[in-house]
Every structure is written in C-alpha cells, then in structure tokens.
C-alpha cells in the first residue's frame, strides 16, 4: 500500500476537528473537509488549508485515505452516495463495527483516538492512545504509520477488544462526568462552593490511576456496610429525586459487592 500523504474526512465535529489540525501539522495534506452542513465544513478547512463542502461530488477523489467521522446511525446513509470502493477509509467511533464499512470499500478500517473531544479545546494527541483496527494487515500498517506521526501510543485490538474498550472508556468518562455534575449541582444547591471537594476529587482521581488494584481501596459507608447513614442520606435526597435515586443504587452496587445479599435498601 502506498504512502499515505493526502487525507479527506467526511465530517467536521469534535473529533474530525482536532484529528485533522493535528494530522495537518504534522506534514499532511487535507484535501477536503465534506460535511452535512457547508458552514461547519468551510471553518474546518479553513483551519487546514482545505476544500470544504456540503456537496457529496465535490469530495476529492485521489485522496490516500478518507477518514469518516459522523455519528454511527447516519455513516452507512451518508456513504451510499459516495464512490469510494477502492480507497482506504476508516472510520473514527469506538462503537461502529468496521465490518459495516466493507459494502463502500475494499480497504477498511478503525483509528479511534481514545480521549473525548470538543472541536473548541485543542487536545494534544500525542498524549493520548490511538486504537488501530482492521482485518486487512495492509491496512493495519499504513494507519499505523499515520498514527505513530502523532502519537507514540499506538494499539493494535480486534473488533471485540475495542468494544470492550469503548465501554470502558463511557464508565470511566461519560458515567464519572455525570455522577461529579450531580454532585457538583447538589452542593451548590446547599449554599456549599465545590471548590471544597476539589481536593478530595483529584486525590481520587489519582490514587485511583496509581492503584493497580483499586477495588480493595474503596471506602465510605456502603463499603463499611452502615446502612444507617445510607438510609439517612437517601432520606435527605427526597428533594432531588435522581440524585437520591443515583445515591441508592450505586450504593446498593457497592454494597453487593463487598457484602454479598446481607445488605438490602
């Protein structure tokens, strides 16, 4: 398989934006920035010294490979106009199944950035790993040679590996960013400024990243089995119904886990 030196995306959001500044600062060529909205696609390729468009016979077709990175219920929609049979593309999500992109194309695969993204913070992606998955070994070793350019964490996993991944990745980021917002938002309801737990929140986060086994280091009431105070607590949440109803159940989780049937809420 040829070099890759010239790149297309199909989609300008979050992650398209910051995988094609990155990519394009570090030697490669974006040819085109296609989007379902032409606005979105003009301020992406401006960035990079792109074409950006709306129209689907506008996309360049000479590129060496054409990263797709839309929401998954609308790729398999958006590809159907799109001929590009005998190119590489790849798409960006860590739940599509890449077996899905192979009806558009004979060389297919997956570069998933693990990290979340906002087309307005600036990530720096030589932090972070990137997840390469395919079933072609071409088409392993040429992503591979587009990844490690901006990052040295490189991962090769089956279809199944990244999966699993992605779930893990939705409990440590999606579940974690909720659980902190309600308690953010249940302080501040209190007349409490969060910046009291501030401490506590990134002592958490990094004995928990330290600890290789960090189940055995769980504390707190639920951990103790103390259902009393459990029962006050959840008393006092009447107020706030999904934050009482979050309360008992990850406590009832924690409770299960370190204490079997004995405790029930």
């Known amino acids: 398989m ?3 030196k010239t790149i297309s995306f199909i989609g300008s959001g ?4 910051n995988l094609a500044i990155a990519l394009n600062a570090n030697g490669f060529t974006i040819d085109t920035i296609l989007s379902q909205t032409l606005q979105n696609a003009t301020v992406l390729a401006a960035k990079v010294n792109a074409k950006g468009t709306d129209e689907l016979n506008q996309l360049d077709q000479t590129s060496d490979l054409y990263i797709i990175s839309l929401k998954d219920d609308v790729i398999g ?19 599509y199944e890449t077996t899905k992109l192979t009806k558009f194309s004979t ?3 997956s570069f998933y950035p693990l990290q979340t993204f906002n087309k307005d913070i600036s990530v720096d992606l030589s932090t972070i790993p990137i997840i390469i998955e395919s079933e072609n070994s071409e ?3 040429a992503l591979l040679s587009v990844a490690k350019r901006l990052t040295k964490k490189t991962h090769i996993l089956n279809a199944s590996q990244k999966k ?7 409990g440590i980021n999606n579940f974690t960013h909720f659980i902190l917002s309600k308690s953010k938002q249940y302080c501040e309801s209190n007349n409490l400024t969060f910046n009291l737990l501030k401490p506590l ?4 986060v ?8 960090p189940l055995q280091k769980q504390t707190g009431p639920a951990r103790r089995g103390d259902v009393a105070i459990i029962n006050k607590h959840i008393e006092s949440l009447t107020s706030d119904k999904e934050f009482q109803a979050m309360y008992k159940d990850l406590s009832q989780y924690i409770l299960s886990e370190f204490h079997g049937e004995k405790y029930k809420l």
């Not at 979050?14 to 934006?17: E, G, L, S």
């Not at 929609?77 to 590009?84: A, E, I, M, Q, S």
């Not at 699993?164 to 939705?170: P, R």
């Open 206 to 213: 990094e004995s928990f990243s330290n600890e290789e086994m």
């Open 77 to 95: 929609t958006f590809l159907k106009g799109l001929n590009l049979y005998n190119r590489l593309l790849v798409h960006t999500s860590g739940s």
């Open 14 to 17: 979050n992650v398209a934006t």
């Open 139 to 141: 088409v392993i070793e």
């Open 201 to 204: 929140l990134k002592h958490t």
């Open 2 to 4: 040829n070099e890759i």
């Open 107 to 109: 060389k297919t695969g």
């Open 164 to 170: 699993a991944l992605h779930i893990s990745a939705i």
